[in-house]
């Protein structure tokens, strides 16, 4: 049995992720910004809260884990109305998505070197390419990729594998705004050759394989898990 912590577990690709390893057995940890009494309840899975803002709330929360298994790292946030061109904008959401899974991964460095496990970041499509809405949002997911090929050089020596998943366009509360929007819903669907929105349970099987024994070759590895919406 694995120890796995997902970090931004409580809703969304997150949920699936930490669902799919409670399925297999393992002790699996998720964290929200949320209060606890609001996290779904699910008597297979722990619920913590944690700000990954906080560098200290994320050094007590992995203080509490001598062996990582699996660190997913899946907080992410993106702000719209044009927030993301503002100064203050753009580094809260820099903050949360890259500078948050870089705080999750050092604190959990110790605690991953001891178990020889791995590290799944999320990146996005937007990783590869840019948005005239989300720049912000698209800084930050770039950083999550090289963040991930970084530490993968670094960490390599310790036994810790370290990949991401990019994640294509995928129905949840981030992207509920567009999935709503029939005429833009339809142009996105239309790119994507597997013609459909994606589902948080998309990311799970990925999320699986990357963190089992046939993946102990790969590292450093940044996959698109996208309907093939990036191909074109």
Request: some cysteine.
């Amino acid at each position: 049995m694995k120890t796995v912590i997902v970090i931004g577990g409580s809703t969304g690709i997150g949920r699936a992720i930490g669902t799919a390893f409670a399925g297999e057995g393992h002790d699996v940890h998720v964290t929200g910004i949320e209060p606890l009494d609001a996290m779904p309840a699910d008597g297979a899975i722990t619920c913590h809260r944690l700000d990954v803002r906080s560098d200290s709330e994320v050094v007590d929360f992995f203080g509490g884990f001598s062996r990582v298994d699996v660190l997913v790292n899946c907080a992410g946030v993106i702000q719209r109305g044009g927030k993301e061109f503002m100064p203050e904008g753009f580094a809260a959401v820099v903050d949360i998505n890259l500078n948050g899974s870089q705080r999750c991964c050092q604190a959990a460095h110790d605690a991953l070197k001891a178990a020889g496990g791995c590290v799944i970041n999320t990146a996005s499509m937007l990783s590869f390419f840019g948005s005239g809405a989300a720049p912000a949002y698209s800084a930050s997911k770039g950083g999550v990729a090289q963040l991930t090929r970084s530490l993968a050089i670094a960490w390599a020596g310790d036994g810790i594998r370290v990949n991401a998943l990019a994640p294509g366009w995928i129905a949840t509360d981030l992207t509920s705004a567009l999935t709503q929007d029939q005429e833009r819903s339809a142009e996105l669907v239309g790119r994507t050759p597997m013609g459909r929105w994606g589902e948080p349970a998309d990311l799970a099987g990925p999320a699986l394989f990357l963190a089992s024994p046939q993946a102990h070759f790969v590292t450093g590895v940044v996959l698109p898990v996208d309907g093939g919406y990036s191909i074109r």
